[in-house]
């Protein structure tokens, strides 16, 4: 709203089907708009005036503004959960059918090609411009710009990934961590040893 001492908040209302913004002041909560889902939402993200849903088996955008809504592909019950993950000004990245990670800006399109993770994927992290996946078994980090494979990390028991303030966060039910990259120094120096002087 560009008042530089308000915060706007999304709540989901489960009981309601509805999701609701909030204006968040020093002083006061003001209420500024609430759109109602034909469904609960299981996850959302937002960005700017946009919300991404997921639905009970649908992904869609809904521009709280304008209340327009935008359909984008469906996902099955198969999936461990459904994720939405704000990545950039208008674009999100999904969990979809396949193992894929699909990116979908608030029009509905793809502008980059998927990302091919595992069918189990349980969270999914921005530390630009990798996108960083969990799943039962492993970490998985994938290049945003070629969105090819880049790393793999052994990791049991995982339960959340998440990213927040340019840091990568995962927990167990035994322990939170942080996931720190490499010096871009001792990168260098890993590639140019490996011979792999294209990546």
Same mark, same amino acid.
């Given at each position: 709203?560009?008042?530089?001492?308000?915060?706007?908040?999304?709540?989901?209302?489960?009981?309601?089907?509805?999701?609701?913004?909030?204006?968040?002041?020093?002083?006061?909560?003001?209420? +500024?708009?609430?759109?109602?889902?034909?469904?609960?939402?299981?996850?959302?993200? &937002?960005?700017?005036?946009?919300?991404?849903?997921? +639905? %009970?088996?649908?992904?869609?955008?809904?521009?709280?503004? %304008?209340?327009?809504?935008?359909?984008?592909?469906?996902?099955?019950?198969?999936?461990?959960?459904?994720? &939405?993950?704000?990545?950039?000004?208008?674009?999100?990245?999904?969990?979809?059918?396949?193992?894929?990670?699909?990116?979908?800006?608030?029009?509905?399109?793809?502008?980059?090609?998927?990302?091919?993770?595992?069918?189990?994927?349980?969270?999914?992290?921005?530390?630009?411009?990798?996108?960083?996946?969990?799943?039962?078994?492993?970490?998985?980090?994938?290049?945003?710009?070629?969105?090819?494979?880049?790393? %793999?990390?052994?990791?049991?028991?995982?339960?959340?990934?998440?990213?927040?303030?340019?840091?990568?966060?995962?927990? %167990?039910?035994?322990?939170?961590?942080?996931?720190?990259?490499?010096? +871009?120094?001792?990168?260098?120096?890993?590639?140019?040893?490996?011979?792999?002087?294209?990546?």
């Amino acid at each position: 709203n560009g008042n530089p001492f308000c915060v706007e908040v999304c709540i989901v209302s489960v009981k309601r089907k509805t999701i609701q913004i909030y204006l968040v002041y020093e002083d006061k909560v003001q209420i +500024l708009k609430e759109c109602c889902t034909r469904e609960q939402p299981c996850a959302v993200a &937002v960005d700017g005036y946009y919300l991404c849903l997921a +639905l %009970t088996n649908q992904y869609i955008i809904l521009n709280y503004n %304008t209340g327009a809504s935008q359909e984008l592909f469906p996902y099955t019950g198969e999936q461990k959960r459904p994720i &939405v993950k704000r990545i950039g000004r208008e674009e999100f990245l999904l969990a979809a059918p396949g193992g894929l990670g699909m990116f979908a800006t608030v029009d509905g399109i793809s502008q980059r090609a998927p990302v091919r993770w595992s069918e189990k994927v349980i969270g999914a992290a921005l530390y630009f411009p990798y996108i960083i996946a969990l799943d039962e078994e492993f970490i998985t980090v994938h290049s945003m710009l070629d969105q090819q494979q880049k790393q %793999t990390l052994p990791f049991k028991d995982g339960h959340i990934l998440q990213d927040f303030e340019g840091k990568v966060i995962v927990a %167990t039910t035994k322990g939170v961590y942080f996931l720190v990259p490499l010096p +871009l120094e001792k990168q260098i120096q890993d590639l140019l040893d490996s011979r792999r002087v294209e990546e």
